[in-house]
């Protein structure tokens, strides 16, 4: 597992309390929302703002990738390393 990858699992379970759920019960590919992890729209809401904070991230709302950059650890992954990416 990538160290990126383990940062944001460990980042979804701390900012959504998720209480008996370790790093690697959740899967890279699964979904996050819907039948894998189970988050709803607040979960993402309080992700959206841990990534800000944790990566400073500029998330907007409106952008139409946003869905499907949520819909996993690894998708999450991409935006984070494309937003370093930007910022280098």
């Known amino acids: 597992m990538s160290d990126l990858k383990l940062e944001i699992k460990r980042l979804i379970i701390e900012a ?14 699964a979904p996050l929302f819907g039948e894998g992890l189970g988050l709803d729209s607040i979960d993402a809401l309080e992700l ?14 409106n952008d139409a ?19 370093r990416g930007s910022a280098a």
């Not at 959504?16 to 590919?29: F, G, K």
């Not at 990738?65 to 937003?83: D, H, Q, T």
């Open 16 to 29: 959504l309390a998720l209480e008996d759920i370790r790093p690697e019960d959740i899967a890279d590919d």
């Open 48 to 61: 959206g703002i841990a990534l800000r904070k944790r990566y400073q991230l500029k998330l907007e709302a």
């Open 65 to 83: 990738g946003m869905k499907e950059y949520f819909r996993s650890v690894s998708s999450l992954c991409l935006l984070v390393e494309r937003s």
